[in-house]
């Protein structure tokens, strides 16, 4: 069931222009993702849900009813910042019972949530600390702790772990999505990192330039991308021409695949292969030249130079790439296992 | 020895160096005016041997027991009491609404807070005189119509450790995520903002006092008898007891600032006051 609808949001300030026909549903319960480089809107969509700018023009629904007119206060949403925006003179537990105690909640029955709150965010020992003395991820947990504190029907998450060091933002990020599965709420988290997009969401909305370009699942948006923007956003990608046969097959570094969607009208084509969809075999009469060879674990991600097709990543099993060498002679091709391409127009890609 | 620890050795020496004279500057002119106002041996008597001799606080104690120094210190405690009060009132809703709610006003806001500055005190004087002589006549007629004026003037340095104070507290999320929990905007005011500008009000309150005891421009054209223009009179009659006063006030109010920036560290308080 739909719970948010944006419709045509669009958002000017000044000349510049914030959101241009934002458009989205969201479903209850699910977390959805904004995910977009710098200035694409992404947070002046959630501030414009959250009451804090106002559209210029557009519609926003909860739950069918119209929300454009109320107050941020008569919205009923949570949010989570990116800096941290706990109260300074107040503890962590006065934080979390700030907003109940503003909609008046009873002592016994706000004790109780405040409570349970402290509980499933495991903030037990910083309960009675003021926020000069916790540490960032600790803050962060207070805010989000703050946030679900008063049932919010919605949880706005504005890039909540961008402040934070890596390892912590990990965590975080794991602990955000184990409290919104446990509570259910329906959560919008807004990030430009896309590994935090799509480790965690639903379904990632992929923005540019004020527009939703695709909204779609983390695995979909990967390997069914809409267009060439969100190919190249998404994940590494290396980009090869494809002819059309006359089977309607297209062919890519000699091998033949099918289009997994728009099939580029006339015969030639741009196809997206990802860095783990290639196979090198190392031959001196192959073409490219290994350039630089990173050990990541599991995988090792190799850059080849080719004369055709410029600088092509490729990632291997780390125990193939151990084969190589750097300046060895390789052919590159796509793996046997590949059947299927992403394909964008010459004019587009 | 390298080239590299002789060099930093000299640069340590320079800097000590460089130190010691700009304290020097500072505090010589004080130890100079302490003598003449603590010793009664005058200069061209005063020998190796006489240094520890005629050493007195009377002439401070005459200033402190002089009915008009005392009836001028009260009436300038009065003038800091409601110069504070008037200053904040104008200036703590001016920048809370310029930093949450229009941010953009502030490059305007700020340059505005420095017009006092620009205008002479005998300008504001004369002009403000002039048109309240006539259509106020009562307001210039007492000790407290400098209040506007100190409140004024103090407003530059004020208004920039209060914006300076909001920003640090990064009111405008603070707001938004109050406002967000549905609090209404005197509560947030209230329980949130308010609070959190403690120390940066504090701040301007010691910069309004230490302002306040110090003017003597604006009392003076006025015609008021505060303590700065009590001091310069009763120092034309009696030179050691008047320097004695003005180093006591002086001493007086460091300790106080002192003690006051004491007091807010210990709350965990810290002065924001970049730009000032």
Redesign the interface.
Known sequence: MTIVSMKGIAKSFGSSVALADFTIDIRSGELICLLGPSGCGKTTALRIL???ERADSGTMLIDSKDISDL?????G???V?Q?Y?L???MTARQNIE??LR??KIGGASRKETVDRMIDITRLEEHADK?P?QMSGGQKQRV?LA??IA?SPRVLLLDEPLSALDAKVRESLRDEIRRLQLEIGVTTIFVTHDQYEALAIADRVGVMSNGRLEQLASPRELYEAPANSFIAEFIGTTNTFSAQRRPDNKWEVLSKQLNSIIAPANGAVARAVIRPEQIALDVRDDGDGTILTISFLGAISRVIVADPTHGHIVADLISADAARLRIGDRVAIRIRDDVTEVVLFGVDVA | MTSQAAAQKRSHIFRAAFLILIAGYFALPLLAMARFAFQNVPMALLTPEKLLTGWSAAGLQTALTDPQIISATWTSIQIVVLSIILNLVILVPLAIVTEVRNPALRPIITALTLLPWVIPPIALVVGVAATFRIAAPWFLASNLSLVPFYALWAMPFTYRLLDAGLRAINARTLYEAARGMGASFPAVMLRVILPNMRSSMIASAALTTALVLGEFAFASLLLKSTLPTEMVTFERSDPRGGLALALFVMVFTAVILGLVVRAMRRRGLTFHASGV
């Open positions: 959250a009451g804090f107050p941020p206060e008569k919205r949403f949570g949010m910042f800096e925006s109260f300074p003179n700030f907003g503003m909609q003021f000069h805010a703050r946030a008063i």
